[in-house]
């Protein structure tokens, strides 16, 4: 399946925005200019028709005689009614029952006026059922113009002879929103001006980042190939951005943690292989005693056999290392369980051990304690522990456990020799050779269990032995 183009997509999704935008405004600029007009229009023309409903015509002199067609004749008090807007202009048509205009006076007018008055009173003429039907505006065009228009018969009063007369006329009133409509398209020909420069600057801006971006990605892919080829102290230069700053700073950092860990297998396998040497080539000299008959079978068979276990014990931790490394046993099996009788039974399982170095586990606690926790680890732990204080004290290892701040602390104290001040901060670490020369794993497989708990462990030297204090939440 063809995967996008993350440089091309900045390019679209930024012209699409500019573009999606510039439309939406476009779209709403002139709807809402639309509406305006019409209603303005609208309003306009309802208060003409209003005011002239509320108004009677009179002539402005005596007329000695008229019949209603003589358009020289008759002027009325339109000033009264018509009215002047700043977006729109409302004008007035005065027709007769005969179709004859009226007002204006066409004398009045120019040529262009003239036809315009003409076009607007034929459409009415031709359109009178509509507008007698429909009490909204309507819309009429000529010569390029737009008129909104309305229509209401009335009547003038006029003088003949010695009674004044009623004449019915209709009372054409009108508007044209063609300089209205004229601003909004010469706005929207801005808005367009500006879409297509604000669009050129966009796709130019775009096509700028995009170019940066890919040089940036670029150079971390490159980056990222090199960490793969193995080489985890190459640096990468800052970047203009600080997301990509950020990011290369974290692919050197996995580069470092990499590169240590590689550098802590290499150690760890050189470590095994020297800790495995030593008792394979104990066992090989004695055995090879054996067969030319320098020693006695006893001695040499009680060696070999304190060497392999030796290399038993070692192999057996290498491999616990190498399971709580994988995700399957790294996950916590959590269960509620005393305190105190998990200590009962790891001191159990250890006490032979004591019993034939003439050793004695003493166990103390001052009331029962729950917690919440994984339980093998935890016993593991205590395990090596104590073998490491069966190895090192004189006669005694007490193992007590209490409650202290809402976690719990198990101490286990040996009276045996104080540990060298230069070793102290490192005998959790692997294979660390102290100055007593012993190396092992059963400390360092200590701490990595007791971390997993969300605890931890350390050493204290006392006046006479030494002291191991774990620390774990409760819960």
Not at 47 to 70: A, H, K, L, T, Y
Not at 339 to 350: D, E, P, Q
Request: charged fraction near 20%; charge should be negative; hydrophobic fraction near 45%.
């Amino acid at each position: 399946m063809m995967k996008k183009n993350f440089a091309n997509r900045i390019i679209l999704n930024f012209t699409l925005v500019v573009v999606v935008g510039f439309l939406t405004v476009y779209f709403l600029f002139n709807s809402v200019m639309d509406n305006h007009i019409r209603a303005e229009a609208e309003a306009e023309l309802d208060r003409e028709i209003m005011m002239v409903n509320e108004i009677e015509f009179f002539p402005n002199f005596p007329v000695i005689e008229w019949r209603g067609n003589s358009l020289e004749d008759v002027q009325f008090f339109i000033g009264s009614v018509h009215s002047n807007r700043a977006i729109v202009n409302v004008d007035t048509i005065i027709i007769n029952n005969n179709e004859v205009i009226l007002h204006p006076n066409p004398l009045n007018l120019s040529e262009i006026e003239a036809a315009q008055i003409e076009a607007l009173a034929n459409f009415w003429h031709n359109n009178q059922s509509l507008f007698e039907a429909n009490d909204d505006m309507i819309m009429a065009t000529h010569a390029g113009h737009t008129f909104y228009m309305r229509a209401t018969p009335h009547y003038i009063i006029q003088p003949n002879l010695s009674f004044l007369e009623t004449v019915p006329v209709y009372v054409i009133v009108y508007t044209d929103i063609t300089p209205a409509m004229n601003l909004k398209n010469s706005m929207n020909q801005i808005l367009l001006v500006l879409l297509a420069i604000s669009g050129a600057l966009t796709l130019i801006i775009s096509i700028i980042l995009q170019a940066r971006f890919k040089r940036s990605i670029k150079r971390l892919s490159i980056h990222a190939d090199i960490i793969g080829q193995g080489n985890f102290d190459e640096k990468i230069e800052e970047f203009n951005y600080a997301e990509f700053n950020h990011l290369g700073g974290s692919m050197t950092n996995m580069a470092g943690m990499l590169g240590a860990y590689e550098s802590n297998q290499k150690q760890f396998f050189q470590n095994a292989s020297h800790e495995l040497r030593t008792p394979l080539m104990s066992i090989q000299g004695y055995a090879e005693g054996l067969q030319s008959g320098v020693f006695e079978d006893s001695d040499a068979t009680a060696i070999i056999l304190e060497e392999s276990q030796k290399m038993t014990e070692l192999v057996d931790d290498i491999l616990y290392l190498s399971k709580l490394n994988t995700s399957e046993n790294s996950q916590l099996n959590l269960t509620s369980f005393n305190v105190n009788t998990l200590i009962a039974s790891a001191s159990a399982r250890i006490k032979i051990i004591a019993e034939k170095s003439n050793k004695q586990i003493i166990m103390s606690s001052s009331a029962d304690i729950e917690i919440q926790t994984d339980k093998d680890k935890l016993e593991r732990t205590i395990i090596n522990i104590l073998s490491n204080a069966i190895r090192y004290a004189k006669s005694e290892i007490h193992i007590n456990s209490m409650v202290e701040n809402n976690q719990l602390n198990i101490v286990i104290t040996n009276d045996g020799p104080p540990i060298d001040e230069i070793d102290l901060p490192h005998i959790f670490d692997r294979f660390y050779k102290g100055s007593s020369g012993n190396t092992g794993l059963g400390l360092a497989i200590t701490k990595d269990l007791i971390m997993r708990l969300r605890g931890t462990v350390h050493a204290i030297n006392l006046e006479f032995g030494v002291k191991f204090v774990i620390c774990l939440p409760l819960k």
